[in-house]
């Protein structure tokens, strides 16, 4: 079974700043997606941006962009310019390409002050 | 379409009751999960419906859990004799297919086992 590790429980950080969640993960297979889904305090998880492990150019959508690094099996996520409404929790999520089960990190908590 | 839904959002019972939850999916979307997400972690994968067949059970459904998908439309997700460790919020997904397709969540039912 894969195993998706995020090693920072909170991160805060400064509205217009930039922030970095770091996540890593553990699987045997060349080929599978990588995740970071967004979900806001009490509100729906949804996705921020995905990432196919044969592609070597990094996902980029908007202010959001990963750093993928498939020798070291790392797949950190960089939040741009900061918003108020990024304030939310971050799940790092890892599936094969045949699997149909997202398997998820423990998140890591973004607060972004005003 | 509004997305996946889920009904009720909350709900508080007391051990030993029964209770079963509902989710609706989005309407072209033939696969349907069920997660757990217990405070502060990730969600944990519980089961999977490509459209009316339940292809995958995980060690984490107790014979106390049952799923179905009548007709391969919405979806319902019962527990008997409720336990205090049942507490956590059981979250519903769904995809036009597996692997690397994007998984679209609802709000979650957020249970409390008194």
């Known amino acids: 079974a894969q195993t998706v590790t995020q090693s920072q429980p909170e991160m805060s950080v400064q509205e217009a700043e930039t922030v970095t969640l770091s996540c890593t993960y553990d699987t045997s297979e060349n080929n599978y997606y990588l995740f970071w889904y967004k979900q806001p305090p009490s509100r729906q998880m949804i996705l921020v941006i995905r990432?196919?492990?044969?592609?070597?150019q990094n996902a980029t959508e908007n202010r959001f962009s990963v750093n993928f690094q498939k020798a070291a099996k790392s797949f950190s996520l960089k939040i741009s310019d900061s918003q108020l409404g990024d304030t939310a929790m971050y799940f790092c999520?890892?599936?094969?390409?045949?699997?149909?089960?997202?398997?998820f990190g423990a998140g890591t908590t973004v607060t972004v002050r005003a | 379409d509004t997305g996946v839904s889920q009904d009720p959002r909350h709900k508080i019972t007391k051990r030993g009751q029964n209770v079963t939850f509902r989710c609706d999916p989005i309407s072209e979307h033939n696969r349907l999960y069920w997660y757990r997400q217990t405070l502060g972690q990730g969600p944990e994968f519980l089961t999977y419906f490509q459209n009316e067949a339940q292809l995958e059970k995980s060690r984490l459904l107790s014979d106390r859990f049952s799923a179905e998908r009548p007709k391969g439309s919405f979806s319902t997700l019962e527990i008997q004799r409720t336990e205090q460790g049942d507490s956590a919020m059981y979250l519903c997904?769904?995809?036009?297919?597996?692997?690397?397709?994007?998984?679209?969540f609802g709000p979650g039912t957020r249970l409390t086992v008194l």
């Open positions: 999520a890892f599936i094969s390409p045949n699997d149909y089960k997202l398997s």
């Open positions: 997904a769904s995809s036009l297919s597996a692997g690397g397709d994007e998984q679209f």
């Open positions: 990432q196919e492990a044969y592609k070597q």
